[in-house]
T-cell receptor, first 111, second 114 residues
Framework: DQQVKQNSPSLSVQEGRISILNCDYT??????FLWYKKYPAEGPTFLIS?????DKNEDGRFTVFLNKSAKHLSLHIVPSQPGDSAVYFC??????????FGAGTTVTVRA | NAGVTQTPKFRILKIGQSMTLQCAQD?????MYWYRQDPGMGLKLIYY???????DKGEVPNGYNVSRSTTEDFPLRLELAAPSQTSVYFC?????????????FGPGTRLTVT
């Protein structure tokens, strides 16, 4: 039973434009959400997170939005750069350290 | 500061063989985790540890064992390898409290069982 879903396996975007990655979850007890970025042959690296008490968190070019009523979060990357080409995983937890991951979205930034 | 290290990077096992995947971290983190990632899937938690001497099962523990005798090391043991254990294995660690969700990952071990 997949509690965190990333329904778009891939996304292609032109350099300089906005990338929007989406994530849906089914467990209403999730209270902390994270995005990880993964390059080939490397482990995932933490990118940005948001607590359920907020609806937006910003860090440089990366912004995460949380819509609790829709059980939906999104990651915006503005502007997209070639180095952003990677797999992005959405993850969530229930007041603890055990993360449930989505299947990932592969982002390709075109020059 | 090497972060989280894993050995080996690649391994091919025959069905029924056993092996240990090594994981070490030098960040003095109490929390450590083992995940597996199958093609097109997210990471699934195999086992985790909240400190030396304490381990617990995650979502997919069958066929695996772990131990945590020190803060730094968290080896994963595969007994009687099966083709279903072909996967990429990631070890991770995190600090406690509010930082426990922000996990640091190793580079992974790609395991093939034939």
């Amino acid at each position: 039973d997949q509690q965190v879903k990333q329904n778009s396996p891939s996304l292609s975007v032109q350099e300089g434009r906005i990338s929007i990655l989406n994530c849906d979850y089914t467990n209403s007890m999730f209270d902390y959400f994270l995005w990880y970025k993964k390059y080939p042959a490397e482990g995932p690296t933490f990118l940005i997170s948001i607590s359920s008490i907020k609806d937006k968190n910003e860090d440089g070019r990366f912004t995460v939005f949380l819509n609790k009523s829709a059980k939906h979060l999104s990651l915006h990357i503005v502007p997209s750069q070639p180095g952003d080409s990677a797999v992005y995983f959405c993850a969530a937890s229930v007041s603890d350290y055990k993360l449930s991951f989505g299947a990932g979205t592969t982002v390709t930034v075109r020059a | 500061n090497a972060g989280v290290t894993q050995t080996p990077k690649f391994r091919i096992l025959k069905i029924g063989q056993s092996m240990t995947l090594q994981c070490a971290q030098d960040m003095n983190h109490n929390y450590m985790y083992w995940y597996r990632q199958d093609p097109g899937m997210g990471l699934k938690l195999i086992y985790y540890s909240v400190g030396a001497g304490i381990t617990d099962k995650g979502e997919v523990p069958n066929g695996y064992n772990v131990s945590r005798s020190t803060t730094e090391d968290f080896p994963l043991r595969l007994e009687l390898a099966a083709p279903s254990q072909t996967s990429v294995y990631f070890c991770a660690s995190s600090g406690g409290g509010r930082l426990s969700n922000e996990q640091y990952f190793g580079p992974g071990t790609r395991l093939t069982v034939t």
